[in-house]
């Protein structure tokens, strides 16, 4: 099977070392892929978000399966385009990404299905939000309606924190996707993250995670991409994910399907675990990263066997599972992230990697037999072990052997189940 995979970043990274190891492979092109992706296949440049640049692609390798990594392709409808010409592909249609590229959609959509969520008010006017948010007080959650790399939500603990990310917003910190604001509630408890496999309106859970998406230890400082995830969420019993499948996923997929907008792949539920069960935070349409890179350290089965059925609108008879060890991965970032991060430094990586470690590669360039870093987050480091703890301390020990005096990394992923 000669496969193609969108995406360069960590989350690709390790799906495509996943994929790698199906015998089903043939070859696997990678788009744009990234230097250190290289030696699992072959890199191809293109604009992904680029009908046409894709649809050339397929031809010119002679493609059976499309994988999309972000969710930038599928809000562009890459996959809708894909679809059109028969190509099998893995990645919901662009109505359906609408659950993630706009939030005020997926709150009409939550609402219809009755789906237990924060109370939201969706404004155009900049004024009027202000207005709307002196009101109701802190603490207030503050979202960009579009797609803003993980960091248009701002958890406001003050009305001044509040009032301050509605004119970033007005001032076109987020471009576009802060035209449309949504103000929530405040809601307390656990963040966990569910991952679940949809093809019509069957549904399979396929692993849980939890992500750490402030910049500092102690959950301190602006929002993140995610600085860092492990798996599974302990705290996400087998009857809570129960509850959030039966009064989440189910009546929100039905309810898409109802609205003639049918949702296949893989389907991200950022959920809060409140005292009166798990509520819906946001729905993302693709693999979470950096969870993704711990889910594929602990994923048992061939996976790219399961993105074809699901490809095919099948719901695979042998999905891959999630083994009983633990997962964790580490970012290291560099400086400036989140904000606007310094590019070019040197990164020397160890020789060799302990026994279920790896380091997946969000953003470098290779240079010689070192690497240069070339975005904000930088390096997934990933560890599995049969406890969170032998995970964590796995993968800060590798932490530890890479030579990059700039990069920065928590020290903390994995707190809220360890309690330290």
Avoid at 220 to 247: C, H, I, K, R, V
Avoid at 299 to 317: F, K, R, T, V, Y
Wanted: with cysteine; charged share 20%; net charge negative.
């Amino acid at each position: 099977m000669n496969v193609l995979l969108l995406g360069g970043g960590g989350r690709e990274h390790a799906m495509a070392w996943r994929m790698a190891q199906s015998p089903l492979l043939t070859r696997l092109i990678m788009m744009p892929g990234s230097d250190a992706m290289a030696m699992l296949g072959q890199i191809v440049s293109g604009d992904i978000c680029d009908k046409d640049v894709v649809l050339s692609a397929v031809k010119d390798h002679d493609i059976d399966l499309v994988v999309v990594g972000p969710e930038a392709p599928l809000a562009a409808g890459v996959t809708n385009a894909l679809r059109a010409h028969s190509i099998p592909t893995f990645g919901p249609s662009k109505e359906a990404a609408q659950l993630e590229a706009s939030k005020a959609f997926t709150k009409d959509i939550a609402e219809a299905a009755g789906v237990p969520t924060a109370k939201a008010r969706v404004f155009d006017d900049f004024d009027a939000a202000r207005a709307y948010v002196t009101e109701q007080g802190a603490p207030i959650v503050i979202k960009a309606d579009g797609l803003a790399a993980g960091k248009g939500v701002v958890v406001a603990m003050s009305l001044a924190e509040a009032l301050a990310a509605i004119d970033d917003m007005a001032s076109g910190a987020h471009g576009e996707a802060g035209n449309i604001l949504v103000v929530e509630e405040y809601m307390t408890g656990d963040e966990v993250s569910l991952f679940v496999l949809v093809a019509g309106e069957e549904i399979h859970a396929f692993g849980s995670a939890q992500d750490h998406k402030r910049i500092h230890e102690g959950d301190q400082g602006p929002n993140t991409g995610g600085m860092g995830a492990y798996s599974p969420a302990p705290m996400f019993s087998p009857e809570l994910e129960q509850q959030a499948m039966d009064q989440i996923v189910a009546p929100t997929i039905a309810e898409m399907a109802r609205r003639n907008i049918p949702y296949e792949g893989v389907l991200f539920c950022g959920l809060m675990l409140t005292d009166t069960g798990p509520r819906l935070i946001e729905f993302n349409t693709r693999f979470g990263d950096p969870e993704c890179q711990a889910l594929m350290m602990r994923a048992e089965g061939d996976l790219l066997a399961m993105l074809n059925d699901l490809a095919h609108s099948q719901m695979p008879l042998r999905p891959v599972t999630m083994g009983a060890n633990h997962a964790i991965t580490v970012v290291m970032a560099a400086p400036g992230y989140p904000g606007t991060p310094q590019k070019g430094s040197s990164i020397s990586l160890p020789n060799q990697l302990g026994d279920g470690c790896m380091i997946f590669h969000a953003g470098t360039k290779a240079h010689g037999d070192q690497f240069l870093a070339q975005g904000g987050r930088v390096l997934n480091v990933t560890a599995t072990g049969a406890s969170l703890q032998e995970a964590r301390d796995k993968a800060y020990d590798l932490v530890g052997q890479i030579d990059w005096p700039e990069g920065y990394a928590r020290r903390d992923i994995g707190h809220r189940a360890l309690k330290d």
